[in-house]
């Protein structure tokens, strides 16, 4: 009996037995055309409760939709051009004149127009797939918030926690350094062990002249 593998759908996230179509939203799962996919994904939005989960789609698609009737002028789309709100697709810039209406004042226009004849507001086209309109700048560069395994030396440095630097020599040391200089450890004791031989020498030779000096008084004393 062989395992059924279950697969969620990358477009619509629908579960689903393996299949080389997604059965909710009908997408092909096939590794190529799910590229082509991924490729139609943008900042604009139909409502469509059949579809709720669906990212977005680029400006080409749903200006295609539009020219072919797919959405008319009381659909609700949101967009770069709507700061992401909804809105009826009448008043939605760069669609509303493919459903032959002015955005601005509502003039009957033509989908060939450029702008309006009426109140000569520009008709544009907005293919900035990353662009969803919610701000008019650049993206802001961003801020380190903790640590990222992949921030270069400088960035590191840059944080806020104590930076790195070579250690103190003293704490890499050893507890018992081996030198061989003068001064050192190992030269101390052996000079220790010098001095305590040279010493042991003297005494022993004070006591054997002592010993002399007894003995010959002995023999003189004996003699006499
Ligand atoms: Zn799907
Ligand atoms: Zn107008």
Known sequence: MSKQRILVCPICGETQSESSL????????????????????????VRDETLPHNPGMTYDHLAHLAK???????????????????MVARRVAGIAHLLKRCHDCGAHVSPKD?????????????RDRNNFGLDESD????????????????????TSSKPLSIPDRKSVEPTEPFEDGVGSPQFRAVQRRL?????????????????ILISMGLAIMAFK
Request: charged share 20%.
């Open 68 to 86: 072919c009737g797919k959405i008319e002028r009381h659909t609700l789309l949101r967009g770069p051009t709507t700061r992401q709100l909804w």
């Open 114 to 126: 450029r702008s309006c004849p009426e109140c000569n507001v520009p008709f544009l086209a907005y």
């Open 139 to 158: 993206p802001s560069r961003g801020e380190i918030d903790g640590m990222s395994s992949f921030l270069n030396d400088t960035m590191i440095l840059n």
């Open 22 to 45: 997604c059965t909710a939203c009908g997408v092909s799962l096939v590794k190529d055309e799910l590229l082509i996919a991924e490729g139609g994904i943008g900042p604009w939005w």
């Open 195 to 211: 001095e305590s031989t040279l010493r042991a020498k003297r005494n022993l030779t004070v006591t054997v002249v002592l010993l």
